[in-house]
């Protein structure tokens, strides 16, 4: 669970400081509610509703409904208008087929490898089945501008990934991404917990799952390719009437999951809270992740120092913990390196220019010496 959390928090969108802080934002509100343990409420400020903790329902739509709306109402503009597909224009050719072909079985081992990792987001993997195409192309010029592979290789790693997300998801309880975070709140909500003994314990729910990867991948067929169209003409409603449909819609299932307008009103709230922290370039997807896992984590810490008499050594006296924690260090070991690397980088092409570190040679030459040193650099 501590290496789901750091993985979310460090490999999100963005900074990984603001990957952290939003987890610690999401664990501060997992703690909402009454302690197990000692019966005691914590940060419910007066609410009885807000003792049997925050609505997962409430969370999840406000951060990633509300929010995105409110960060798109200005958007008035028609999306793919005057545009016309034929079922016979999506069938690629030979050619096409041939061109994607290695990028596509690229991409799906990316996103197998990625998708076994708890906590990597899909913006993680697309990103580097797309640096990957354009490392190994022989005309990189050409990504950025349209290229097939460009395109082939990292959707069918973020398909891939989709997949294999339910991996950790469901042996370890710990979620890939903000989706799988919302699949484990619904599974621990109806009582199921996941974990090695989920086969053998829940069979149906297990290989049901395993079914609806085939129906949903067949289903997907059928209603997308031959209704490409329709899917285009709905991107062409305005957005004025969009916003409000959707605003009720959200209401209108928030509402039936406990009958409450006080969950309305969390969704509202969470929704402002999302849309301030996106337009300050923060990802709230980490949010989501800390929420599931932070009362996961509390619980089976506290359990587990019960048990070990407070000796914090139980944590790397097993080969499986240790091997965890020492993930997890070298995670955020990672992350530093790249982060000073980063620096570096930047400040090196400032000390080209000003000719600095030239003590033997000449202005002319040591700027010269400077910024192949930085194209060395910028090619490591």
Known sequence: MLLGLLAGGTMSKGSPLKGI???????????????????????TFGFLQLSDRVELVALALGLFGIAD?????????LIGSGTKLR??????????????????????????????????????????????EKKISKTPERFGHGALEGVASPEAA????????????????????????????????????PGPQLISEHADIFWGLIASFWIGNVLLIILNVPLIGIWVKLLQVPYRYMFPSALFFIAVGVF????????????????????LLIALRFSVAPILLGYVLGPLV?????????????????????????????????????????????????????????????????????????LEHTTEMSRL
């Not at 802080?21 to 940060?43: K, P, Q, W």
């Not at 997300?165 to 370890?172: A, C, G, K, Y």
């Not at 260090?329 to 980088?345: D, E, H, M, N, S």
């Open 21 to 43: 802080a939003m987890t610690a934002f999401g664990l501060l509100i997992g703690v909402v509610g009454t302690d197990v343990n000692s019966g005691v409420e914590r940060f």
């Open 69 to 77: 709306f409110l960060c798109n109402v200005n958007r008035m503009q």
């Open 87 to 132: 079922l016979r224009d999506m069938r690629p050719s030979k050619n096409e087929v041939r061109q994607s072909f290695w990028p596509m079985v690229r991409g799906t081992l990316v996103g197998t490898l990625f998708g076994a990792m708890p906590g990597t987001g899909p913006t993680i993997t697309t990103f580097i089945a797309y640096a990957l």
């Open 158 to 193: 973020s398909h891939s990934k989709i997949q294999v997300d339910f991996i950790p998801t469901m042996s370890l309880g710990i979620p890939g991404d903000a989706l799988m975070a919302l699949m484990l709140g619904a599974l621990l909500i109806q009582g199921i917990q």
């Open 256 to 275: 039936s999951t406990n009958n409450s307008l006080f969950d309305v009103g969390e969704t509202l709230v969470f929704g402002l809270i999302g849309a």
């Open 298 to 370: 509390e619980e089976n810490f506290r359990r587990a120092m019960l048990l070990s008499d407070g000796d914090l050594a139980v944590f790397i006296q097993s080969p499986i913990a240790a091997t965890f924690m020492l993930t997890s260090a070298l995670l955020v070991l990672a992350q530093v390196y790249f982060a000073l690397g980063a620096r570096k980088r930047e400040y090196l092409p400032a000390n080209a220019q000003s000719g600095i570190g030239a003590d033997d040679a000449g202005p002319s030459d040591s700027r010269s010496a400077s």
